[in-house]
């Protein structure tokens, strides 16, 4: 299958600051990735969808000017956290299908555990 | 997207067969049936996909009643690593750029 990596696997960073985390398709052209919250214990909750060359689009409650997406090219989705604090901490994931392959046969990344102190 | 219900929970032993249901009620002439199993602290893995009647894979088989209101995941003597969230969602698989929805899956927890 398609391999979706993450970058980094865990960040611990200050109140205040802000994150990056990068979500790359290691073998196959994604136009689109999406992006997922998940606490403990809870499922993943859709936070925006990822387009290539263009803007994210953002469910509803999730503030765009904190979590900034950019998906230059056809392989590389970014997530920035911006001014984290205490209840950004989460696990992140993303992930894409196929171009052209079915929507609901998606490669998930392997995750990006935040803890901001 | 059709709302999906699972248990919440469900428990085994190793070498036991485990099957898991989902309703699925209100499910689209257009909707596939798939299903994605989640370990601690990764992302999610795509399982199985189903239109109807029984699809069958190296991991698992998928059993669809012919009026697809419900889909039951079948996992075949299973072992301590099986034990994960296990999740199914129902959609058109052909909705280019559209997300995947989880609901709460079912957490499966397998002893020995």
């Known amino acids: 299958g398609a391999v979706v990596s993450q970058h980094p696997s865990r960040v611990i960073c200050k109140s205040g600051t802000s994150v990056k985390i990068e979500c790359r398709s290691l073998?196959?052209?994604?136009?689109?990735m999406f992006w997922y919250r998940q606490f403990p214990k809870q499922s993943l909750m859709l936070m925006a969808t990822?387009?290539?060359?263009?803007?994210?689009?953002?469910e509803q409650g999730v503030e765009k000017d904190k979590f900034l997406i950019n998906h230059a090219s056809l392989t590389l989705s970014t997530l920035t956290v911006t001014s984290a604090h205490p209840e950004d901490s989460s696990f992140y994931i993303c992930?894409?299908?196929?171009?052209?392959?079915?929507?609901?046969?998606?490669?998930f990344g392997p995750g990006t555990r935040l803890t901001v102190l | 997207l059709a709302k999906t219900t699972q248990p919440v929970s469900m428990d085994s032993y190793e070498g036991q067969e485990v099957n898991i249901t989902c309703s699925h009620n209100?499910?689209?002439?257009?909707?596939?049936i798939t299903w994605y199993q989640q370990f601690p602290s990764q992302g999610p893995r795509f399982i199985i996909q189903g239109y109807k009647t029984k699809v069958t894979n190296e991991v698992a088989s998928l059993f669809i009643p012919a009026d697809r209101k419900s889909s039951t995941l079948s996992l075949p003597r299973v072992s301590l690593s099986d034990t994960a969230v296990y999740y199914c969602l129902v959609g058109d698989t052909y909705q280019a750029g559209t997300a995947l929805i989880f609901g709460k899956g079912t957490t499966l927890s397998v002893s020995s």
């Open positions: 992930s894409s299908r196929i171009r052209g392959g079915p929507y609901n046969e998606q490669f």
């Open positions: 990822s387009n290539e060359g263009s803007k994210a689009t953002y």
């Open positions: 073998d196959f052209q994604a136009t689109t």
């Open positions: 209100n499910i689209a002439t257009n909707d596939y």
